[in-house]
């Protein structure tokens, strides 16, 4: 799984959440953090390997390496930056190319849905995902809302979308 977005939208802090169930004490621009995590989803256990990848266009040359290693990957956005929202097209185009068209699992993330200075509505991030046919799901990493929700959203598609179980888990990219 990767974890994609573009600047501070909070990938790295939704992924600290999810694995260490609090925020970091700081902030530290991630070039490639990754994660593995023992999670059990409706009675089955997973293995989610969390690759957290950079944002800053000094790094977008390694995105070819992320989109060919992640089976799946959260699109983050945050909901007060339209810029970060209008920036993941051009993302999803690019793991659509790098997987050759094969259908890839994606979840959109609306990040920081704690803060009231809101530029991206709910209902123009919905629209967008139901375009791609994706799922759409808001989330605070400050307030841990819906963190673990979207991790497993996303694992759960991985594991549907594989014709035969790899071993060793289940790679997700966080974009």
């Known amino acids: 799984m990767a974890v994609i977005g573009k600047g501070v939208v909070g990938k790295s802090s939704l992924t600290y959440r999810y694995i260490n169930y609090q925020m970091p004490s700081g902030h530290d621009p991630t070039i490639e953090d990754r994660?593995?995590?023992?999670?059990?989803?409706d009675n089955q256990l997973y293995s989610i390997e969390i690759l957290d990848t950079?944002?800053?266009?000094?790094?977008?040359?390694?995105?070819?390496?992320w989109i060919n290693f992640g089976e799946g990957f959260l699109l983050v956005f945050a909901i007060n930056d339209k810029e970060s929202f209008s920036l993941l097209r051009g993302k999803r185009e690019r793991i659509l190319k790098g997987k050759h068209?094969?259908?890839?699992?994606m979840?959109?993330?609306?990040?920081?849905?704690?803060?009231?200075?809101?530029?991206?509505?709910y209902n123009e991030a919905k629209q967008l995902a139901d375009l791609w046919g994706i799922e759409y799901i808001e989330?605070?990493?400050?307030?841990?809302?819906?963190?673990?929700?979207?991790?497993?959203?996303?694992?759960?598609?991985i594991a549907a979308s594989r014709s035969k179980p790899k071993s060793g888990g289940c790679p997700c990219n966080i974009i």
């Not at 994660?35 to 989803?41: A, E, L, P, R």
């Not at 605070?140 to 598609?157: D, G």
């Open 35 to 41: 994660y593995k995590k023992n999670s059990t989803i």
């Open 54 to 65: 950079a944002g800053e266009d000094d790094y977008q040359n390694m995105m070819d390496m």
């Open 101 to 105: 068209g094969e259908p890839t699992p």
């Open 107 to 121: 979840v959109l993330v609306g990040n920081k849905q704690d803060l009231k200075d809101r530029k991206v509505q």
């Open 139 to 157: 989330t605070s990493a400050k307030t841990n809302f819906n963190v673990k929700e979207a991790f497993e959203k996303l694992a759960v598609k």
